[in-house]
């Protein structure tokens, strides 16, 4: 049986458990998910989004085959059985072409559903929810469910074609966190509201029927809610289990559905295993994870400055300052305030922007350098106290190398392993 189809199957028999999804493109955190599923001998779903990974090479410069590549290559790498890795596309749809008529966006967006597919991409978040240039503000559930049933159709007839046989999964719905993080201080989210989440099913329902894909609706397994979970630059709003009760109840009615729960990035422990338990059993964690690593990569510089003369310094600090202030295109509409307060987000804001960034030529020198720095004169235990106090620990208990780069990983898996408890609190 498909691996999400079983987990799926096992949360309706009354299981806690659910499975949490990387989202993220970058090397350290795709190696620290991979090492954390072959500690915990589990399933590991990774995805892609519309804007990082498309036909055309997104902003990571990778099309869909070149991303099951690079994941495939560094999971063969660690000994990590490629059964138990599971890749998906999120929000696929006409999201990167909104500024286009909708002919056009569905056309593009019909090839990019066919390259994710192609490329043995096993989970798909079907999201047309966006206007493109002749579009109303906003849409229909009906026009968005027609779009989503009609990419739906094309996914099917790709999995059949390449593959002889479709055991592809769907994700649905639109209501959702803003990518990323929201923009501005937030004091509350609204909850989705049964009636809404009803009404996305139906309509999606009968637009599958409608589209000659009604027997693939059994593999629909989840909808896109907001439980009432999202951060902003320097706040987390908290999951309330009381306010989801209503909506938690809606999935009870259907065989094969889950919620899948966006941003959940930052929530305290606890909030996990309770979103787990009331059915939002499929969790998405993306910038919490380049945030963790960025937070050692400045520990790392703190330590590489306190023994290494300036003049030898990697300054990785000034060189990711420097570079987006050069290209400000992704954080610029994202950041308000003054001078000051722009340029604390750029560094500490927990949407964290510069994860757009560390592919950049420059940066990645300077990261070279301070683990090049670090390595050759070894950090200092008292150091490493100071500033990675957790890394320190498992240190000085022999369960991890002081290295620059073991330090890094272990921070990206500290939120990796909040999740991955919370997925499995049956076991």
């Not at 004091?187 to 989705?192: A, D, I, N």
Request: proline share 5%; with cysteine; charged share 20%.
């Amino acid at each position: 049986m498909n691996t999400l189809l079983d987990i799926v199957k096992r949360h309706k028999a009354g299981e806690q458990n659910g499975i949490y999804s990387v989202c993220s493109a970058h090397p350290f955190v795709i190696e620290a998910a991979i090492l954390q599923a072959l500690h915990d001998d589990s399933p590991l779903l990774i995805e892609a989004t519309s804007n990082q990974v498309d036909q055309y090479g997104g902003y990571t410069g990778m099309t869909p085959a070149d991303f099951r590549n690079f994941v495939f290559d560094m999971a063969e790498g660690l000994n990590f059985p490629l059964s138990n890795l599971i890749l998906g596309g999120d929000h696929l749809g006409p999201n990167r072409w909104q500024d286009l008529p909708a002919t056009e966006a569905m056309t593009k967006a019909d090839a990019l559903i066919a390259a994710y597919v192609a490329a043995g991409f096993k989970k798909i978040h079907l999201d047309c929810s966006m206007s493109c240039a002749d579009d109303p503000v906003p849409l229909s559930d009906e026009v968005v469910a027609a779009r989503a049933a009609r990419l739906a159709r094309i996914a099917e007839k790709v999995a059949f074609d390449t593959f002889g046989v479709s055991d592809v999964v769907y994700v649905i719905g639109t209501e959702v966190p803003v990518p990323g993080g929201a923009a501005e201080e937030l004091e509350g989210v609204e909850v989705t509201s049964p009636q809404a989440a009803k009404k996305t099913i139906q309509c999606h329902q009968q637009a599958f029927e409608a589209e000659g894909v009604a027997n693939c609706w059994q593999r629909v397994i989840g909808l896109v809610v907001q439980p009432g979970v999202e951060f902003d630059h320097t706040g987390v709003i908290d999951y309330c289990p009381e306010k989801a009760q209503d909506l938690s109840g809606v999935v009870n009615s259907y065989d094969h559905l889950l919620f899948e729960a966006h941003s959940t990035d930052y929530q305290a422990d606890k909030a996990y295993q309770a979103l787990v338990r009331d059915h939002f059993a499929i969790l998405k964690v993306g910038p919490a994870l380049t945030f963790a690593m960025r937070e050692a990569l400045f520990n790392l510089c703190d330590i590489e400055e306190e023994i290494t003369a300036k003049s030898h310094c990697s300054n990785l600090k000034e060189q990711i300052e420097n570079q987006m202030l050069t290209s400000p295109e992704y954080w610029q509409k994202y950041y308000q305030g003054d001078e000051s307060q722009q340029r604390f987000s750029r560094c500490y804001s927990f949407s964290d922007r510069i994860r757009y960034y560390w592919p950049d030529k420059n940066i990645t020198e300077s990261q070279n350098k301070l683990f090049s720095n670090l390595s050759r004169s070894g950090m200092p235990l008292p150091l490493i106290s100071q500033y990675l106090p957790e890394q320190f620990a498992a240190v000085r208990n022999g369960e991890l190398k002081a290295t620059p780069k073991a330090f890094v990983i272990d921070k990206i898996q500290h939120v990796l392993r909040i999740y991955a408890k919370a997925c499995t609190l049956s076991k």
